[in-house]
């Protein structure tokens, strides 16, 4: 108890309060689209079951590439300003999908894949930007407790985010494009967040190489 105390009350120093809650809101923007997208790709853009394998696959193959690019550029360019311009691109294939009518499938992956790019890559600055604003000795305790509310976020996110559906009579889905407009406020709700987390100062305690001294 002690110890989540201690990280407490450092998170308050830091504004990591803040950037807790910048985590579980980019969390929850995601989850207001993902959970019902294979619905929304069968029922409503015309894939088959068969095909939403492709959707995972063309996606994950393209962020493993993407992620790595994005990580590099992020180092180079600064973090916050990264993740600002990934949030405002993401926009974009958020509404576009949650709108997307009957097309061939290429189109449907070529959108869902940029979904899945913008999204994983407002991740990449995001975690570099919260785990260097908090000190290396609380950094273990406060990755547990960011993933506590991140869980907490995609269970309640998914849940709300059905509510929020309908179904007609042949299974389309209905009110997506609400889903959509809620998760794009969330998208640029973390980009004003991101601005109050500030890098944890070095630490005057900090681990030193082992120096090595020649006998003689």
Known sequence: ???????FASAAQQSLARGRSKLAVLT?????????????????VGLTRMQLRLIYLCGGLC????????????????????????????????????????VPIPVALCVSTALMICMSGRFVPAMAMATGAVEARHRGGFMSINSA??????????????LILGETSTHEVTHFPVNGIISIICTYTCIYLA??????????????????????
């Open 149 to 162: 509310v991140q869980q907490l976020s995609m269970g309640g996110t998914a849940y709300i985010s059905g």
């Open 63 to 102: 962020t493993v590439f993407s992620m790595n690019w994005i990580g590099r550029w992020a180092d180079r360019a600064g973090k916050l300003k990264v993740f600002t311009i990934m949030s405002l691109i993401a926009g974009v294939p958020i509404l576009v999908l949650t709108n997307l009518p009957r």
């Open 28 to 44: 929850c923007a995601g989850f207001m689209i993902f959970p019902q997208m294979p619905d929304y790709m069968v029922f409503n």
């Open 1 to 7: 108890m002690k110890r989540i105390r201690t990280l």
């Open 195 to 216: 601005r109050f987390l500030k890098a944890a100062p070095e630490e005057k305690d900090a681990v030193r190489a082992p120096v090595f001294v020649e006998p003689g």
